[in-house]
């Protein structure tokens, strides 16, 4: 008896104990020097919006309860994944399209601003995405929107109004339908869809209003995968918050990410060209007709440490035919790179480590669990060399037991295009700056968190 039930517990344990080393809470390892957030603190100022991570302790769109490290890096892995199939769908569809596609709706954001919308003002807080154009907040009457879901109640507003159907705008609209002389419109992606008015009101971004501002007002959402939080589109597109605001902003913005490592601090999105760094490297902002939203760059080339790595031009190309190159994008989280690109990146960072045993982690595929000993890796733009630090290359676990190259293959989608996206866990702590009326696409080092 005596000796079956400690045999027995032997074996749990032995089960147990991996898991427990397994089961690491998503760290949160405060860095020095930052801005606290203040969750009521005072309204943004000027042209500067507080950017915080939706895992923040002021965003109520953090996890209910705590996830283990390993399945908010497998989570993570998963949203980048149907993300980048989406981005690389673009070069497919329409070229103006004002709202997110369904597609983007199933989408977890990484990092999310408050917006005041409406006379008075009512704030919400949105999903900032630097590859759609789109704007979208779920409004009053929406069914189907999730519970946690805070609306923007459209009858408090005195500026605001729906869209007639003869508009413009209508047309370009995806499904649309006339109700009431309002312009409707509908969505579907997957198990969920979603029904919009297009709609106007203010917006206020910090202290600058944006008055006439288009918008789809959600008013139905089925399935479970709407996420309960508005979407800003940075994106450049014809729509976009840009071209709507392009007298007050002019094209031109700047954002610091701050590190989910710090999840008490905030980052910040600046607006306009009042206040950017002046001295800053740049590299050419490319436009690509074939996907019109994003930003692309002209990646010549990816450094291990101070080694150029192998990688044939083909796979980092810019081609304004096939829509093929590089992007930066604020919403997906680890870069990605086409397999020819990356598999001599990754070969170069094993090869550095010796013969240390290399381990993976749902989609890394190059873990290890001692020291990783290569110290930087650059990308090498047009123009500017951009050296990044272990903890924008590196994710550890809490305990340190555990580092991956948060890097992976870009998925393989169905379109005959190659894309390549520079993510948000290797933009932390860098401002990067947007300037479309010079073309131009800066970074520098900022700590932000
Ligand atoms: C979506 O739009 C189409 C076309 O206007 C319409 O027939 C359909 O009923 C709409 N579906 C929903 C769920 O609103
Ligand atoms: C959306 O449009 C429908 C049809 O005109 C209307 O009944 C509904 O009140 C509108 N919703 C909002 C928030 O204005
Ligand atoms: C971050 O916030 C938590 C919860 O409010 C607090 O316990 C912790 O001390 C904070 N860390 C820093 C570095 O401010
Ligand atoms: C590689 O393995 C050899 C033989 O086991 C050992 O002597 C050497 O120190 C190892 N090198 C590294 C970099 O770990
Ligand atoms: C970037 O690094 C490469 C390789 O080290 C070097 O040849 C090139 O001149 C650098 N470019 C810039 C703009 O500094």
């Known amino acids: 008896m005596a000796s079956s039930s400690s045999f027995h517990s032997f074996s749990k344990m032995s089960l147990i104990l991996p898991l427990c080393l397994f089961l ?27 950017v915080f991570h939706i895992y923040s302790k002021c965003s109520p769109f953090k996890p209910s309860k ?4 390993e399945d908010s890096v497998l989570q993570m892995q998963s949203n980048d994944q149907s993300r980048v199939l989406y981005l690389s769908s673009l070069v497919a569809g329409k070229s103006v399209v004002p709202i997110a ?22 704030t919400l807080l949105m999903a900032m995405d630097t590859s759609n154009d789109a704007a979208w907040i779920p409004c009053n009457g929406c069914v189907g929107c999730p519970a946690s879901t805070t609306v923007f109640d459209s009858a408090k507003s005195t500026s605001f109004q729906n869209v007639g159907c003869g508009v413009a705008g209508c047309q370009q609209v995806p499904n649309p339908s006339c109700l009431a002389n309002t312009c409707s419109f509908n ?10 008015n297009l709609s106007i009101d203010t917006f206020r971004l910090a202290a600058d209003p ?29 729509m976009s918050l840009l071209s709507q605001s392009q007298s007050l902003y002019q094209s031109t913005f700047s954002y610091c990410l701050p590190s989910f490592k710090g999840l008490n601090f905030t980052g910040s999105l600046r ?19 074939r996907r019109s939203s994003l930003y692309y760059v002209n990646l010549v080339g990816i450094k291990v440490g101070k080694k150029v790595v192998d990688i044939p031009a083909e796979a980092l190309a810019f081609n304004p035919t096939t829509g093929a190159g590089t992007i930066i994008d604020s919403g997906t989280v680890f870069t990605r790179l086409v397999q020819a690109a990356y598999v001599p990146v990754r070969d170069e960072f094993r090869r550095r480590m010796g013969n240390a045993t290399v381990s993976s982690l749902g989609g890394f595929d190059t873990c290890y669990n001692v020291p990783v000993t290569v110290p930087t890796i650059t990308f090498m733009f047009s123009g500017m060399n951009v050296t990044l630090p272990q903890d924008n290359f590196l994710i550890h676990s809490t305990a340190g037991t555990i580092t991956c190259l948060a890097m992976a293959e870009a998925p393989v989608g169905n379109v005959n295009s190659v894309l390549n996206v520079i993510a948000n866990l290797q933009q932390q702590n860098h401002r990067i700056l947007i300037d479309v009326p010079n073309s131009r696409l800066g970074v520098a080092r900022e700590a932000c968190s």
């Open 66 to 69: 705590p996830m283990s490290w």
């Open 101 to 122: 596609s369904g597609r983007q709706i199933t989408q977890s954001p990484t990092y999310i601003v408050r917006v005041k919308i409406g006379t008075p003002g009512q």
């Open 210 to 238: 944006i008055p006439s501002y288009t918008f789809g007002c959600l008013q139905k959402a089925t399935g479970n995968s709407v996420p309960p939080q508005g979407l800003l589109g940075l994106g450049r597109g014809p």
């Open 24 to 50: 690491l809470l998503l760290l949160i390892s405060p860095s020095q020097g930052a801005k606290n957030t203040n969750c009521n603190g005072p309204d943004d100022e000027g042209s500067t919006l507080q």
């Open 187 to 196: 969505m579907t992606y997957g198990g969920s869809s979603i029904a919009a």
């Open 271 to 289: 607006l306009g060209p009042t206040g950017q760094p002046k001295n800053i490297k740049t590299t050419p902002l490319l436009k690509n007709p």
